[in-house]
Protein backbone atom coordinates (compact mmCIF):
# COMPACT_ATOMS: atom_id res chain seq x y z
CA UNK A 1 0.00 0.00 0.00
CA UNK A 2 1.14 3.47 -0.78
CA UNK A 3 0.36 4.74 2.83
CA UNK A 4 2.35 1.65 3.99
CA UNK A 5 5.46 2.82 2.03
CA UNK A 6 5.44 6.39 2.61
CA UNK A 7 5.36 5.98 6.16
CA UNK A 8 7.65 3.33 6.33
CA UNK A 9 10.12 5.74 4.34
CA UNK A 10 9.47 8.47 7.27
CA UNK A 11 10.19 5.51 10.12
CA UNK A 12 13.63 4.87 8.24
CA UNK A 13 14.28 8.12 7.98
CA UNK A 14 13.84 9.14 11.92
CA UNK A 15 15.93 5.21 12.60
CA UNK A 16 19.09 6.86 10.50
CA UNK A 17 18.11 10.25 12.65
CA UNK A 18 18.50 8.67 15.90
CA UNK A 19 21.91 6.89 14.95
CA UNK A 20 23.05 10.15 13.82
CA UNK A 21 22.80 11.48 17.51
CA UNK A 22 24.19 8.72 18.74
CA UNK A 23 27.25 9.82 16.82
CA UNK A 24 26.32 13.12 18.48
CA UNK A 25 26.92 11.63 21.89
CA UNK A 26 30.06 9.68 21.09
CA UNK A 27 31.75 12.82 19.42
CA UNK A 28 30.59 14.53 22.84
CA UNK A 29 28.25 17.39 20.59
CA UNK A 30 26.93 20.40 23.09
CA UNK A 31 24.37 19.38 24.63
CA UNK A 32 21.76 21.74 24.11
CA UNK A 33 22.01 20.90 20.14
CA UNK A 34 21.60 17.07 20.74
CA UNK A 35 18.10 17.88 22.88
CA UNK A 36 17.29 20.21 19.78
CA UNK A 37 17.89 16.94 17.22
CA UNK A 38 15.66 14.96 19.71
CA UNK A 39 12.96 17.78 19.77
CA UNK A 40 13.50 17.50 15.65
CA UNK A 41 12.92 13.78 15.99
CA UNK A 42 9.78 13.84 18.73
CA UNK A 43 8.16 16.08 15.87
CA UNK A 44 8.89 13.62 12.79
CA UNK A 45 7.26 11.00 14.77
CA UNK A 46 4.13 12.87 15.57
CA UNK A 47 3.58 13.48 12.11
CA UNK A 48 4.00 9.97 11.12
CA UNK A 49 1.04 9.55 14.19
CA UNK A 50 -1.01 11.77 12.44
CA UNK A 51 -0.33 10.08 8.84
CA UNK A 52 -1.49 6.82 10.68
CA UNK A 53 -4.31 8.14 12.35
CA UNK A 54 -5.58 9.68 9.32
CA UNK A 55 -5.39 6.44 7.42
CA UNK A 56 -7.07 4.67 10.29
CA UNK A 57 -9.72 7.30 10.33
CA UNK A 58 -10.26 7.03 6.09
CA UNK A 59 -10.90 2.97 6.82
CA UNK A 60 -11.25 1.06 9.90
CA UNK A 61 -13.42 4.16 11.23
CA UNK A 62 -15.24 5.44 8.60
CA UNK A 63 -16.42 1.86 8.18
CA UNK A 64 -17.32 1.09 11.54
CA UNK A 65 -18.96 4.34 12.03
CA UNK A 66 -21.30 3.21 8.80
CA UNK A 67 -21.56 0.11 9.94
CA UNK A 68 -24.24 -1.84 11.91
CA UNK A 69 -22.78 -2.67 15.05
CA UNK A 70 -23.20 -0.06 17.85
CA UNK A 71 -20.13 -1.69 20.15
CA UNK A 72 -17.69 -1.08 17.67
CA UNK A 73 -18.67 2.18 16.70
CA UNK A 74 -17.91 3.48 20.02
CA UNK A 75 -15.10 1.03 20.23
CA UNK A 76 -13.30 3.28 17.60
CA UNK A 77 -14.26 6.59 18.55
CA UNK A 78 -13.39 5.80 22.38
CA UNK A 79 -9.89 5.12 21.04
CA UNK A 80 -9.55 7.85 18.78
CA UNK A 81 -9.90 10.08 22.27
CA UNK A 82 -7.71 7.71 24.03
CA UNK A 83 -5.42 8.39 21.52
CA UNK A 84 -6.03 12.33 21.64
CA UNK A 85 -5.47 12.30 25.52
CA UNK A 86 -2.16 10.69 24.97
CA UNK A 87 -0.84 13.19 22.87
CA UNK A 88 -0.21 15.80 25.27
CA UNK A 89 0.02 15.09 28.98
CA UNK A 90 1.18 17.16 31.62
CA UNK B 1 -27.17 19.86 26.94
CA UNK B 2 -25.91 17.61 29.85
CA UNK B 3 -22.24 17.74 28.04
CA UNK B 4 -22.94 21.52 27.75
CA UNK B 5 -23.03 21.68 31.61
CA UNK B 6 -20.26 19.56 32.58
CA UNK B 7 -17.83 21.42 29.81
CA UNK B 8 -18.84 24.57 31.44
CA UNK B 9 -18.38 23.46 35.16
CA UNK B 10 -14.70 22.40 34.38
CA UNK B 11 -14.05 25.57 32.36
CA UNK B 12 -15.33 27.79 35.34
CA UNK B 13 -13.00 25.66 37.68
CA UNK B 14 -9.85 26.34 35.00
CA UNK B 15 -10.96 30.51 35.79
CA UNK B 16 -10.91 29.90 39.09
CA UNK B 17 -7.66 27.78 38.70
CA UNK B 18 -6.20 30.71 36.84
CA UNK B 19 -7.26 33.25 39.52
CA UNK B 20 -5.64 31.31 42.04
CA UNK B 21 -2.29 31.26 40.04
CA UNK B 22 -2.56 35.33 39.62
CA UNK B 23 -2.71 35.34 43.21
CA UNK B 24 0.38 33.31 43.81
CA UNK B 25 2.34 35.47 41.83
CA UNK B 26 0.95 38.82 43.57
CA UNK B 27 1.75 37.31 46.55
CA UNK B 28 5.39 36.19 45.20
CA UNK B 29 5.12 32.25 45.52
CA UNK B 30 7.89 30.42 44.54
CA UNK B 31 8.71 30.41 40.95
CA UNK B 32 8.72 26.55 40.39
CA UNK B 33 5.11 26.35 42.45
CA UNK B 34 3.47 28.65 40.18
CA UNK B 35 5.12 26.39 37.33
CA UNK B 36 3.71 23.22 38.45
CA UNK B 37 0.20 25.13 39.14
CA UNK B 38 0.28 25.91 35.34
CA UNK B 39 1.30 22.45 34.64
CA UNK B 40 -2.03 21.18 36.16
CA UNK B 41 -4.13 24.23 34.37
CA UNK B 42 -2.82 22.65 30.72
CA UNK B 43 -4.02 18.96 31.68
CA UNK B 44 -7.21 20.25 32.86
CA UNK B 45 -7.53 22.16 29.74
CA UNK B 46 -6.46 18.86 27.71
CA UNK B 47 -9.23 16.56 29.59
CA UNK B 48 -11.45 19.47 28.38
CA UNK B 49 -10.89 19.16 25.01
CA UNK B 50 -11.03 15.46 24.95
CA UNK B 51 -14.38 15.62 26.38
CA UNK B 52 -15.30 17.94 23.38
CA UNK B 53 -13.75 15.63 21.11
CA UNK B 54 -15.57 12.57 22.35
CA UNK B 55 -18.49 15.03 21.98
CA UNK B 56 -17.48 15.87 18.54
CA UNK B 57 -17.38 12.73 17.19
CA UNK B 58 -20.40 10.76 18.57
CA UNK B 59 -22.23 14.05 17.04
CA UNK B 60 -21.08 15.61 14.05
CA UNK B 61 -18.44 13.16 12.66
CA UNK B 62 -20.85 10.45 13.02
CA UNK B 63 -23.32 12.13 11.11
CA UNK B 64 -21.45 13.30 8.03
CA UNK B 65 -20.03 9.93 8.38
CA UNK B 66 -23.26 8.30 7.64
CA UNK B 67 -24.08 10.84 5.51
CA UNK B 68 -24.36 11.08 1.28
CA UNK B 69 -21.80 14.14 0.84
CA UNK B 70 -18.56 12.69 0.52
CA UNK B 71 -16.59 16.09 0.74
CA UNK B 72 -18.05 16.89 3.81
CA UNK B 73 -17.34 13.46 5.43
CA UNK B 74 -13.41 14.30 4.14
CA UNK B 75 -13.97 17.89 6.30
CA UNK B 76 -14.53 16.27 9.59
CA UNK B 77 -11.98 14.11 9.09
CA UNK B 78 -9.21 16.27 7.78
CA UNK B 79 -10.26 18.29 10.84
CA UNK B 80 -9.79 15.32 13.23
CA UNK B 81 -6.06 14.97 12.13
CA UNK B 82 -5.53 18.64 12.19
CA UNK B 83 -6.55 19.12 15.95
CA UNK B 84 -4.31 15.67 16.39
CA UNK B 85 -1.28 17.54 15.42
CA UNK B 86 -1.58 20.47 16.87
CA UNK B 87 -2.33 18.81 20.22
CA UNK B 88 1.68 18.00 20.99
CA UNK B 89 4.01 19.83 18.37
CA UNK B 90 7.82 20.98 18.89
CA UNK C 1 7.88 44.24 40.04
CA UNK C 2 8.20 44.97 36.67
CA UNK C 3 8.33 40.76 35.10
CA UNK C 4 5.00 40.38 37.69
CA UNK C 5 3.24 43.33 36.14
CA UNK C 6 3.58 41.65 32.78
CA UNK C 7 3.37 38.11 34.16
CA UNK C 8 0.23 39.19 36.04
CA UNK C 9 -1.13 41.05 32.39
CA UNK C 10 -0.98 37.90 30.53
CA UNK C 11 -2.81 35.67 33.02
CA UNK C 12 -5.64 38.35 32.95
CA UNK C 13 -5.64 37.98 29.33
CA UNK C 14 -6.12 34.26 29.65
CA UNK C 15 -8.25 34.36 32.16
CA UNK C 16 -10.69 36.51 29.92
CA UNK C 17 -10.08 34.07 26.93
CA UNK C 18 -11.06 31.14 29.09
CA UNK C 19 -14.24 33.36 30.01
CA UNK C 20 -14.62 33.93 26.06
CA UNK C 21 -14.39 29.79 25.50
CA UNK C 22 -17.30 29.61 27.88
CA UNK C 23 -19.44 32.03 26.44
CA UNK C 24 -18.34 29.69 22.82
CA UNK C 25 -19.82 26.82 24.44
CA UNK C 26 -23.15 28.31 26.07
CA UNK C 27 -23.97 29.63 22.80
CA UNK C 28 -23.34 25.84 21.21
CA UNK C 29 -20.42 27.05 19.13
CA UNK C 30 -18.39 24.52 17.01
CA UNK C 31 -16.57 22.30 18.74
CA UNK C 32 -13.57 22.45 16.81
CA UNK C 33 -13.45 25.66 17.18
CA UNK C 34 -13.55 25.38 20.61
CA UNK C 35 -10.94 22.94 20.73
CA UNK C 36 -8.94 25.73 19.01
CA UNK C 37 -9.03 28.29 21.41
CA UNK C 38 -8.45 25.94 24.24
CA UNK C 39 -4.91 25.10 21.80
CA UNK C 40 -4.20 28.55 22.45
CA UNK C 41 -5.06 29.47 25.71
CA UNK C 42 -2.37 26.46 26.45
CA UNK C 43 -0.03 27.98 24.16
CA UNK C 44 -0.26 31.40 26.09
CA UNK C 45 0.04 29.51 29.47
CA UNK C 46 3.48 27.48 27.98
CA UNK C 47 4.40 31.10 27.39
CA UNK C 48 4.11 32.46 31.03
CA UNK C 49 5.59 29.44 32.29
CA UNK C 50 8.69 30.17 30.36
CA UNK C 51 8.83 33.67 30.96
CA UNK C 52 8.48 32.72 34.94
CA UNK C 53 11.22 29.95 34.40
CA UNK C 54 13.39 32.54 32.71
CA UNK C 55 13.01 35.10 35.84
CA UNK C 56 14.00 32.02 37.65
CA UNK C 57 17.26 31.09 36.55
CA UNK C 58 18.39 34.49 36.55
CA UNK C 59 17.27 35.07 40.65
CA UNK C 60 16.82 31.87 42.42
CA UNK C 61 18.91 29.84 40.42
CA UNK C 62 22.17 32.10 39.74
CA UNK C 63 21.68 32.80 43.30
CA UNK C 64 21.98 28.94 44.45
CA UNK C 65 24.59 27.90 41.93
CA UNK C 66 27.10 30.79 43.13
CA UNK C 67 26.51 30.06 46.48
CA UNK C 68 28.21 27.85 48.93
CA UNK C 69 25.67 25.11 50.14
CA UNK C 70 26.23 21.92 47.43
CA UNK C 71 22.38 20.73 48.60
CA UNK C 72 20.42 24.43 47.59
CA UNK C 73 22.70 23.84 44.10
CA UNK C 74 21.72 20.54 44.02
CA UNK C 75 17.77 21.37 44.74
CA UNK C 76 17.46 23.83 42.56
CA UNK C 77 18.46 22.18 39.47
CA UNK C 78 17.10 19.14 40.14
CA UNK C 79 13.51 21.30 40.25
CA UNK C 80 14.81 22.41 36.54
CA UNK C 81 15.05 19.16 34.94
CA UNK C 82 11.67 17.89 37.18
CA UNK C 83 9.79 21.24 35.63
CA UNK C 84 10.91 20.44 31.68
CA UNK C 85 10.36 16.70 32.42
CA UNK C 86 6.31 17.75 33.26
CA UNK C 87 6.58 20.10 30.42
CA UNK C 88 4.51 20.86 27.35
CA UNK C 89 3.61 22.68 24.58
CA UNK C 90 0.89 23.08 22.60
CA UNK D 1 31.84 8.92 30.71
CA UNK D 2 29.14 6.99 32.57
CA UNK D 3 26.30 9.90 31.67
CA UNK D 4 27.33 8.92 27.54
CA UNK D 5 27.02 5.45 27.87
CA UNK D 6 23.55 5.26 29.46
CA UNK D 7 22.49 7.92 27.01
CA UNK D 8 23.67 6.15 24.42
CA UNK D 9 22.27 2.75 25.58
CA UNK D 10 18.46 4.34 25.77
CA UNK D 11 19.07 5.68 22.09
CA UNK D 12 19.88 2.33 21.19
CA UNK D 13 16.86 1.03 22.67
CA UNK D 14 14.87 3.79 21.03
CA UNK D 15 16.51 2.54 17.62
CA UNK D 16 15.37 -0.73 18.24
CA UNK D 17 11.77 0.20 19.01
CA UNK D 18 11.94 2.16 15.91
CA UNK D 19 12.71 -0.39 13.79
CA UNK D 20 9.98 -2.89 15.89
CA UNK D 21 7.57 -0.26 14.75
CA UNK D 22 8.54 -0.42 11.56
CA UNK D 23 8.06 -4.00 11.37
CA UNK D 24 4.75 -3.40 12.76
CA UNK D 25 3.54 -1.60 10.04
CA UNK D 26 5.01 -3.93 7.26
CA UNK D 27 2.83 -6.46 8.98
CA UNK D 28 -0.02 -4.38 8.58
CA UNK D 29 -0.65 -3.91 12.76
CA UNK D 30 -3.56 -2.16 13.96
CA UNK D 31 -3.10 1.62 13.18
CA UNK D 32 -3.91 2.53 17.37
CA UNK D 33 -1.55 0.14 18.34
CA UNK D 34 1.53 1.69 15.65
CA UNK D 35 0.37 5.32 17.22
CA UNK D 36 0.65 4.11 20.85
CA UNK D 37 4.18 2.65 20.19
CA UNK D 38 5.04 5.82 19.01
CA UNK D 39 3.89 7.52 21.78
CA UNK D 40 6.05 4.96 23.66
CA UNK D 41 9.33 6.20 21.84
CA UNK D 42 8.01 10.03 22.02
CA UNK D 43 7.95 9.55 26.15
CA UNK D 44 11.20 7.69 25.90
CA UNK D 45 12.89 10.43 24.00
CA UNK D 46 11.88 13.01 26.80
CA UNK D 47 13.46 10.89 29.52
CA UNK D 48 16.67 10.98 26.99
CA UNK D 49 16.06 15.10 26.69
CA UNK D 50 15.99 15.36 30.13
CA UNK D 51 18.50 13.40 31.30
CA UNK D 52 21.17 15.30 28.96
CA UNK D 53 19.69 18.33 30.09
CA UNK D 54 20.60 17.24 34.02
CA UNK D 55 23.78 16.89 32.95
CA UNK D 56 24.06 19.68 31.21
CA UNK D 57 23.17 22.47 34.06
CA UNK D 58 25.45 20.23 36.31
CA UNK D 59 28.30 20.44 33.73
CA UNK D 60 28.37 23.68 31.15
CA UNK D 61 25.80 25.93 33.05
CA UNK D 62 27.02 25.79 36.51
CA UNK D 63 30.69 26.85 34.95
CA UNK D 64 29.23 29.31 33.21
CA UNK D 65 26.94 30.84 36.11
CA UNK D 66 30.25 30.50 38.65
CA UNK D 67 32.35 32.02 36.06
CA UNK D 68 32.79 35.85 35.14
CA UNK D 69 31.07 36.01 31.74
CA UNK D 70 27.96 38.05 31.81
CA UNK D 71 27.15 37.35 28.11
CA UNK D 72 28.32 33.43 28.64
CA UNK D 73 25.95 33.45 32.04
CA UNK D 74 23.12 34.77 29.93
CA UNK D 75 23.96 32.37 26.90
CA UNK D 76 23.32 29.26 28.77
CA UNK D 77 20.13 30.78 30.92
CA UNK D 78 18.73 31.67 27.39
CA UNK D 79 19.22 28.05 25.97
CA UNK D 80 17.64 26.49 28.93
CA UNK D 81 14.40 28.36 28.22
CA UNK D 82 14.23 28.32 24.81
CA UNK D 83 14.78 24.38 25.16
CA UNK D 84 11.95 24.67 27.54
CA UNK D 85 9.69 26.28 25.18
CA UNK D 86 10.25 24.32 22.70
CA UNK D 87 9.85 20.86 25.15
CA UNK D 88 6.98 18.20 24.70
CA UNK D 89 5.94 15.59 26.67
CA UNK D 90 3.84 12.41 25.58
Same mark, same amino acid.
Given at each position: ?24 ? !??? /????? +???? =?????? %???? @? ?18 ? !??? /????? +???? =?????? %???? @?
Amino acid at each position: MIEHKNTLKRLKTIEGHIRGIQRMV !EED /AYCID +VIRQ =INAVQA %ALHK @VSAQILDAHLHSCVTTAIRG !EDP /AERER +VLEE =IVSIFE %ASTQ @V
